[in-house]
């Protein structure tokens, strides 16, 4: 299993503005994600986070948008880049300890982000 | 592309009556099945999986879902809820080498005391 972290549990960000959202895990991962999930929608993929290179992206998201660090297995950062208000959402980040697909993917608390 | 639909968005049940929630997915290949819970004020987690094997899986809580190919399905059901069985429930899937899930939409399930 993983106990995950986020940071903030929620802000509220004026237009225009950036967050960083912090992803602590409490164990070494391969695999990390970060999810959106908009109000009454389900979860979408962003990205899968990468330890030494560059993340992953979903279609729709792009890095300039969504700027992803992962320095290290246990830690990973979202940004999300000069918001709006349709950036208003749950941003979500989750792991998976297995080395197979079929593996429980464990999830971290979430961070509320509105966006005025 | 694949997509996972839920049929209900909202269910309300008096404890003690029998819960099936439907989950239906596109893709031709080999799926990993998923569906997690998300409790009041609590993280998203696994209630039950399949991957191979016997359809018929039993997960936590009283839980148990099958997988009917033919019909590309994976129905959750449980015989008798509890006022604590109120959460929002999600269906998932990932093709057998692909860790990416594509979910559902979520039931929001409400258990009259």
């Known amino acids: 299993s993983a106990v995950i972290s986020q940071k903030p549990s929620r802000d509220i960000c004026q237009r225009g503005t950036s967050l960083t959202i912090q992803c602590q895990v409490d164990?070494?991962?391969?695999?990390m994600f970060w999810y959106r999930q908009q109000p009454g929608q389900s979860l979408t993929l962003i990205a899968t986070a990468n330890q030494g290179s560059e993340a992953t992206y979903e279609s729709g998201f792009v890095i300039d948008k969504f700027p992803i660090s992962r320095p290290n297995l246990t830690f990973s950062t979202l940004t999300v880049s000069n918001m709006s208000p349709e950036d208003s959402s749950i941003y979500l980040c989750?792991?998976?300890?297995?080395?197979?697909?079929?593996?429980?993917?464990?999830f971290g608390p979430g961070t509320r982000l509105t966006v005025l | 592309a694949q997509s996972v639909s839920q049929h209900n968005h909202h269910v309300i049940l008096s404890e003690a009556a029998s819960l099936e929630l439907g989950c239906n997915y596109s893709?031709?290949?080999?799926?990993?099945l998923f569906w997690y819970v998300q409790y009041p004020g609590q993280h998203l987690q696994l209630l039950l999986k399949?991957?191979?094997?016997d359809p018929l899986v039993k997960g936590i809580k009283g839980f148990e879902a099958e997988f009917i190919k033919s019909k590309f399905s994976f129905n959750l059901r449980k015989p008798s809820v509890q006022w604590s069985d109120t959460a929002e429930y999600f269906c998932?899937?990932?093709?057998?080498?692909?860790?990416?899930?594509?979910w559902g939409a979520g039931t929001k399930l409400i258990i009259k005391p």
């Open positions: 399949y991957f191979s094997g």
């Open positions: 164990s070494q991962v391969t695999m």
């Open positions: 893709y031709g290949g080999t799926v990993n």
């Open positions: 989750s792991v998976n300890t297995g080395r197979q697909a079929y593996n429980e993917q464990f």
């Open positions: 998932a899937v990932n093709e057998v080498s692909n860790y990416q899930l594509i």
